[in-house]
């Protein structure tokens, strides 16, 4: 009756309270003051460890606990054998522990030195032990016993199936509102108008979860309930025992390499809240130096974003190279293999990567361009939008984005019209060619006249003209022309182009490139027609007839 009450307080506390610790505390009851040690075995009756003995002589502790043990399982099974017949028979070099004529064991004077006790006391508590288990053999295969432990087994098995019942009702309620709410109580999971999951989806994952946590609950139960029944038994006490076992060995496990953790647990914190606060601190120092509030002698305000970044990159890889040893698991075997082998992966397929890597941070401090200016790179023309450490995206002048690695980049010439556009400004330059009939000053100030004439063109610095070229048929003008909007390149050379031909032709001078053949006599001048007078006529071609038309000439005024 004693031993199935402790049976049943024993599960329940296993059971329902916190499990590890409940279970930690029992099994150190049960053991009592001494504890096992590696050179040390237990000595137990039914499965129930009563006390541990060491080694005597050649006699090792497993074999001398085994002989024990073999001897309290005959007497256990004696029915003749009364529990208050045990005695104690001290001789000279070891005190016995005897049940008539059957020496069970000898406590020798090592035995007491270990425990730190005399042979008689020591030999009192294990005799007492020994009774008390005996005791407990004979109330649990008693009728009494056994019939109770029929009874408890009944009512186990009624309350088990009351409670899968109940379980069952809740669970098919729960299936029924998972199921009528797919169509209005359970929305659709959306990202804006994206409909990422229909409300049906959700609906039977929530009821396939259901189910799953229905089976879980049912296993705990049905597992709950065998452990607890075989152990109202004697005969299948120790199935009882083994069932616990297969829960508390792994939670016991858990939980003590949890405990044995924590001190790493406490390191990896502070080495992560050290990093957190360096990489803040860090942070408002180089947002300082970006607003020109902290000026350091060298050190251009456009380097602290991406200084940043680096300077961030490098403490979080060394707050991981030191917390990396203090990871669960890190010195064992496979993780260092499955480390090695990822790390010769990303050496042997980041190769281009890491020379991007490195092309970007040289491009960061060469300061060829930055976010806004207008390059080109190659025979890529346009305006930066965006730099990383990889690549570089630049979107031309027809609105496509073109993204060049950063190796690329570093190893093409590259030309920024904005470094000096916005103090100096940028000469935007053009050629035209004009024959030698027109006067060079007049088509200087024509030129100048049609830059002055466009938008976007500085009127400080002047535009100026060079001669660059004086070929068979014509001479080379290049206008210059100063302007401020580099990213206007394209409109102001076309608003240019158009000015140059508008002006000369409002002043009648052609222009004849880059190669334009005419015989004037007969051929009309060319100039658009809105550009010539009213008054102006087609010359007619003119015949010269020599001596004759002389003659007939002469004729003629006669």
């Not at 294990?126 to 087994?153: D, P, W």
């Not at 050190?299 to 669960?328: E, G, N, Q, S």
């Not at 023309?381 to 450490?389: F, K, P, R, T």
Request: with cysteine; proline share 4%; hydrophobic share 50%.
């Amino acid at each position: 009756m004693t031993s199935m009450r402790l049976h049943i307080q024993r599960w329940l506390g296993t059971w329902l309270g916190i499990g590890l610790a409940l279970a930690s505390c029992a099994i150190a009851g049960n053991l009592g003051a001494q504890q096992p040690t590696s050179a040390t075995a237990p000595v137990t009756i039914h499965g129930q460890t009563l006390f541990f003995v060491q080694g005597v002589l050649s006699f090792t502790a497993q074999a001398r606990a085994a002989a024990i043990s073999q001897r309290l399982q005959d007497l256990s099974e004696d029915v003749t054998a009364k529990p208050e017949a045990l005695a104690i028979a001290d001789g000279e070099s070891s005190t016995d522990i005897v049940a008539g004529d059957l020496v069970l064991m000898s406590i020798t004077e090592p035995d007491a030195k270990t425990a730190n006790r005399s042979r008689q006391e020591l030999a009192t508590d294990y005799k007492q032990r020994i009774a008390n288990a005996l005791l407990t053999l004979r109330q649990e295969y008693s009728v009494k016993s056994l019939v109770l432990g029929g009874i408890y087994a009944l009512a186990a098995t009624l309350s088990l199936a009351l409670i899968l019942a109940a379980l069952r009702f809740l669970f098919r309620k729960l299936y029924a509102k998972l199921d009528e709410g797919r169509t209005n109580a359970i929305p659709s999971l959306r990202i804006q108008k994206f409909e990422l999951l229909p409300a049906d989806r959700i609906a039977n994952f929530a009821i396939g979860l259901a189910r799953l946590l229905s089976l879980a609950i049912t296993l705990v139960l049905l597992y709950a309930y065998l452990s607890l029944v075989l152990g109202f038994f004697p005969w299948t006490r120790g199935y009882a025992q083994l069932l616990l076992s297969y829960v508390l060995a792994p939670l016991k496990m858990v939980g003590q390499t949890l405990l044995d953790y924590l001190p790493n647990v406490f390191f990896i914190l502070v080495i992560a809240a050290v990093a957190y606060y360096a990489i803040k601190l860090t942070r408002v120092i180089f947002d300082e130096i970006g607003k020109e509030t902290i000026t350091i002698g060298g050190f251009h305000h456009d380097w602290a974003a991406p200084t940043f970044k680096i300077v961030r990159f490098l403490i979080l890889v060394l707050a991981v190279i030191v917390v990396f040893p203090y990871l669960p698991g890190a010195k064992s075997p496979a993780f260092q293999g499955v480390s090695i082998f990822i790390g010769v992966l990303f050496s042997l397929g980041s190769t281009s990567a890491i020379a991007n890597i490195v092309a970007g941070i040289i491009l960061t401090y060469m300061r060829a361009f930055k976010l806004g200016d207008r390059v080109q790179i190659a025979d890529t023309v346009g305006d930066v939008i965006e730099v990383s450490l990889l690549v570089t995206r630049v979107r031309t002048i027809k609105n496509v984005e073109i993204t060049i690695a950063n190796s690329m980049v570093l190893g093409s010439h590259i030309i920024n019209f904005s470094t000096s556009a916005s103090q100096q400004g940028l000469i935007l330059h053009t050629e035209v060619t004009i024959g030698y009939d027109a006067p060079w000053r007049q088509v200087h100030q024509l030129l100048i006249d049609a830059a002055e004439a466009t938008q976007n063109i500085l009127t400080e610095p002047h535009p100026f003209i060079l001669q660059t070229a004086l070929d068979d048929f014509y001479v080379h003008y290049e206008l210059n022309a100063y302007t401020n909007q580099p990213s206007r390149m394209a409109v102001t050379y076309s608003e240019l182009h158009k000015n140059i031909q508008d002006k000369f032709n409002e002043a009648g001078v052609e222009i004849m490139s880059p190669h334009y053949a005419t015989v004037r006599d007969g051929n009309r001048i060319a100039i658009p027609d809105n550009y010539v007078g009213k008054d102006y006529v087609t010359p007619s071609f003119r015949v010269g007839l020599g001596e004759i038309g002389n003659i007939i000439s002469k004729i003629t005024k006669s």
